[in-house]
């Protein structure tokens, strides 16, 4: 695991992982045919657009449900300064119940920018 919130672990997506990071996407029908210009994702997709985002640099997390312990989310980090966090998608049937902002509250916290101090040293 590499933390968790209130509500939910996040760890790094497993082979394994695949058919419920499917089941994810395409629990959002309308996102998929307006960006993916598709009517659903397949395993094949998935699998490819995981090796694409880890080509890229990025980290492919799962976002695990404590209550029920499936996935219920993915999202791409990319640790760097500063970090980049992508919240990608919540399962539809978890949306609008705040597990997105704690994701990303848990993962600044984790990962804080640093910036450079101004003025003369």
């Given amino acids: ?5 209130d509500d939910v672990y ?9 058919d419920d990071l499917v089941r994810v ?4 029908p309308a996102f998929i045919r307006q960006h993916l210009h598709r ?8 699998a490819e657009e995981i090796k694409a985002t880890r080509d890229a640099g990025f980290w492919s997390c ?3 449900g404590k209550s029920t312990g499936h996935v219920i989310g993915l999202l791409d980090v990319h640790i ?5 966090l992508s919240l990608r998608m919540v399962h539809r049937s978890h949306a609008h119940q ?7 509250r848990s993962a ?3 990962c804080p920018v640093t910036r450079k101090p101004r003025g003369p040293h």
């Fill in 80 to 84: 760097d300064t500063p970090t980049y």
């Fill in 10 to 18: 996040v760890d790094f997506t497993q082979p394994t992982d695949i």
């Fill in 1 to 5: 695991m590499i933390f968790e919130t």
């Fill in 98 to 104: 705040g597990i997105g902002q704690q994701v990303l």
């Fill in 25 to 28: 996407y395409n629990s959002h």
């Fill in 62 to 64: 799962k976002v695990i």
């Fill in 39 to 46: 009517t659903a994702v397949t395993r094949d997709w998935m």
């Fill in 108 to 110: 600044r916290s984790l």
